[in-house]
């Protein structure tokens, strides 16, 4: 079982940054990718940003060149850098682990972590 457990979230003014931290226990050493995703509208989640082997990354277009995901292996952490941060980034932010592939991939989900940009 792999527990997940996000911080870093608050309230900051537009233009500010935030750092997100999420740390991943349980069998998260063999995690293939880790990423966030944020609420968003409607009954799913949207990606921001997920980072894998090598490492490779993807970013939502709305937070390119504004946030930076990162990874540390020996930690089993990874971080969200959120700067130039704007009131539509303001959400609840979900950190994920993914474990496997194809039918076996499992996902893990931490509580979340709320993030507030005041114009």
């Known amino acids: 079982q792999v527990q997940v457990a996000e911080s870093g979230g608050g309230l900051v003014q537009a233009g500010g940054s935030l750092r997100l931290s999420c740390v991943a226990s349980?069998?998260?050493?063999?995690?293939?990718?880790m990423g966030w995703y944020r609420q968003g509208t409607g009954n799913h989640r949207d990606l921001v940003a997920a980072i894998r082997h090598g490492p490779a990354t993807n970013y939502a277009d709305s937070v390119k060149g504004r946030f930076a995901i990162s990874r540390d292996n020996a930690e089993n952490t990874i971080y969200l850098q959120m700067n130039s941060l704007k009131p539509e980034d303001t959400d609840v932010y979900y950190c994920y682990v993914a474990i496997g592939s194809g039918i076996q991939r499992r996902v893990y989900w931490g509580q979340g972590t709320q993030v507030t940009v005041s114009s």
């Open positions: 349980g069998s998260s050493s063999s995690a293939t990718d």
